[in-house]
């Protein structure tokens, strides 16, 4: 694999849930940090969550309680759940790898998702 493998996400209501998924190129357990930025039209590209080398998860304040990381080594998999969905969630995810501290950041193409009624 050369290339982020993302699925998931697409259309909830608001209070609903939904996940997204990335399959890194590379071990996943390899990664200083990977994780999740956002972004909708108009807006900066906001940071969402982070999956530390050290199993530190770290949430942006807006999402915190609501969405959360997870990891399935053997299918070099994470995973970022959520829940109780809000329309100021929408935007294009965007999973990212950061493979040593102060590294450049390595994207995915991005997965959209929508909050609805």
């Known amino acids: 694999q050369v290339q982020f493998v993302e699925s998931g996400g697409g259309l909830a209501q608001p209070g609903g849930s939904l996940n997204v998924s990335c399959v890194p190129p590379?071990?996943?357990?390899?990664?200083?940090?990977m994780g999740w930025y956002r972004q909708a039209p108009g807006k900066q590209r906001e940071w969402v969550a982070t999956?530390?080398?050290?199993?530190?998860?770290t949430y942006t304040d807006s999402v915190k309680g609501r969405f959360t990381i997870s990891r399935d080594n053997a299918k070099n998999t994470q995973y970022l759940q959520m829940e109780a969905l809000r329309p100021e969630d929408t935007g294009t995810y965007y999973c990212?790898?950061?493979?040593?501290?102060?590294?450049?950041?390595?994207w995915g193409e991005g997965i959209q998702v929508t909050v609805a009624s």
């Open positions: 999956w530390y080398s050290d199993g530190e998860r």
């Open positions: 990212y790898t950061r493979h040593t501290i102060g590294a450049d950041y390595r």
């Open positions: 590379g071990i996943l357990s390899g990664f200083y940090a």
